[in-house]
């Protein structure tokens, strides 16, 4: 595993240091050099390079969230047309649209109807600028929602988080916080992150207390940088919180 | 050489201040100079239709004073923002959007040892000790959010006073007695991107006040760049042995992101 480091935009970074494989990808903040095949870094950031994935890209924790495909995230239901249901990401990407058989075992006749202000977790298929995002709630090569756990969210709440503390999540970084409360709030707790900053939580045994313990865990992780101490003391002092009512 | 003035406190920067924006940074000058905040919201719609730029990225600078509201010196200070960061964000990746950047003076220097207190940044002052915290901190900003850029840039002000002297980064007092003031801004890679002056001076001077400049920006970033710098720099009263304006950015970075880095271990154990 590469050590971390850190790059300021304009630095150049020799080949050796990026996969060479014909398959590589190379993602947002690096851009090629033809002359010398060294990449130029174009954003500040902590070099991120997985040589297994054979993926390099510079990583920033705070900007904007734009969707690529292949982001997960959780979408809001808006309105429904003939084929499509149009969902809402954030306030500053355009519409996204779900085709509505793209869901596991969905036909013409059994597709899931959803209502306003609906909850779908949902993968992105395809986004470019000026157009509408497309999403998918299947895997395309198996038909199934696996093993993203995709499709409409019923129940719990979803909480806003940066972009940063989500994507930790979906990395299972420093995210220690949540196992130990997962461990501890009665019957555990179900959750879904969404790539565009967005946290969606369902505790059935421990109910709205549950959900809103982990809410306010997550609102104090995003809010300040806690270690791995602080993160257990955090999570005693929520429960402390709970049990008290 | 002398750098027993205190001169030598270095910048100060600090990212992600502000938390509904997508970027943000304060910068303080050094010797608790002017403070400023930026916000930085990129990629965002261009509000007018008629200002999108078919094949690049619309840059809105908007600069509000520590007290009043913003006026002619404000809107220049914007004007030469905007196109300093023209040069340094790479816009053809984000085409017919915008870059928006919104920079609140926090506090200005202030010195009350004169007879009714010395306050940089009043309308009958210099502009150009705001023009360079306003240039750093939206540097900074831009870091922060994740725009684009070529190189990043960092701006310093010298003074040259009645004695010939050059002074980087000069206090509110001493800039009161300087015949004429510069700043200059450079990028990561050595180039000028930006320069302003006031006053009087000879071509000698400004020559001078450049390599001054330079030395106080890149620090030990490019040291064959300002590598002739110790031999002119004799007469100058204080050299910036302390941190360059981009090591002040760099160090601002690695306070942001080593923190995540840390994570990354702690999570790997």
Redesign the interface.
């Known amino acids: ?1 590469a050590t ?1 480091q ?1 790059v ?4 150049y970074i020799p080949a050796g240091q990026i996969p060479t494989s014909q398959k590589r990808r190379i993602g ?2 690096l851009r090629p050099d033809p002359d010398t095949g060294s990449f130029m870094a ?5 070099l991120d390079v997985d040589w297994r994935k054979k993926s390099a890209q510079i ?6 969230y ?1 969707p690529k495909p292949g982001d997960l995230v959780i979408a809001q239901f808006r309105a429904s047309s003939t084929d499509y249901f149009h969902l809402f990401i954030n306030a ?1 990407s355009p519409q996204a649209i779900l085709p509505q058989l793209a869901f596991e075992g969905a036909t013409k006749k059994t597709r899931p109807q959803l209502k306003a202000n609906d909850l779908v977790y949902a993968k992105v298929v395809s986004a470019q ?2 157009m509408d995002i497309e999403l998918s709630c299947v895997n395309p090569s198996t038909g199934k929602a696996e093993p993203d756990g995709l499709g409409p969210l019923t129940g719990g709440m979803v909480f806003d988080v940066s972009p ?1 503390l989500a994507n ?1 999540l979906l990395k ?5 916080a949540m196992d130990d409360l997962g461990a501890r709030l009665q019957g555990g707790f179900e959750i879904a992150v969404g790539r565009n900053g967005k946290v969606w939580v369902d505790c059935p045994e421990a109910g709205v207390k549950g959900i809103c313990a982990v809410g306010w865990c997550l609102r104090q992780m995003d ?1 300040t ?1 806690l ?2 101490k602080e993160q257990k003391k955090l999570v005693n002092k929520i429960m402390a919180e709970i049990e008290r009512g | 050489m002398s750098n027993t003035m205190a001169m030598t406190e270095s910048p100060k920067a600090i990212l992600h201040t502000l938390v509904n924006a997508d970027g943000s940074a304060t910068y303080t000058a050094a010797n608790n100079g002017c403070q400023i905040i930026a916000g930085v919201n990129y990629p965002v719609e261009v509000p007018y239709r008629s200002d999108e730029i078919p094949e690049s990225t619309f840059i809105q600078v908007n600069l509000r004073p520590h007290n009043g509201v913003g006026m002619v010196k404000e809107r220049h200070v914007e004007e030469l923002i905007m196109r300093t960061l023209q040069t340094v964000v790479l816009g053809d990746e984000t085409p017919r959007t915008m870059l928006q950047i919104t920079l609140q003076v926090v506090s200005v220097e202030s010195d009350e040892s004169l007879p009714g207190g010395v306050k940089g940044g009043g309308q009958g002052e210099t502009y150009l000790d705001v023009l360079t915290s306003a240039l750093n901190a939206s540097i900074l900003g831009c870091l922060d959010a994740g725009v684009q850029m070529k190189a990043v840039a960092g701006a310093a002000l010298v003074g040259i006073s009645q004695d010939g002297r050059l002074i980087a980064g000069p206090s509110v007092v001493q800039r009161k007695k300087c015949t004429s003031l510069h700043v200059f801004a450079f990028t990561s890679d050595g180039k000028t991107v930006l320069m302003e002056s006031e006053g009087k001076c000879s071509v000698g001077d400004w020559k001078q006040a450049q390599q001054v400049a330079r030395s106080a920006v890149l620090g030990t970033v490019n040291k064959q760049h300002n590598g002739d710098v110790a031999m002119n720099g004799t007469n100058t009263s204080s050299e910036y042995s302390g941190l360059g304006v981009l090591d002040v950015i760099r160090k601002a970075l690695e306070a942001r992101v080593i923190k995540d880095g840390g994570q990354r271990h702690e999570s790997q154990d």
Do not use: C
């Open positions: 595993m971390p850190i300021l935009p304009g630095e947002h903040g174009t954003i500040g950031g902590l990583s920033t924790p705070n900007a904007r734009i500053h600028k000026n940063g930790r299972k970084q420093n995210v220690l809010e940088d270690g791995e």
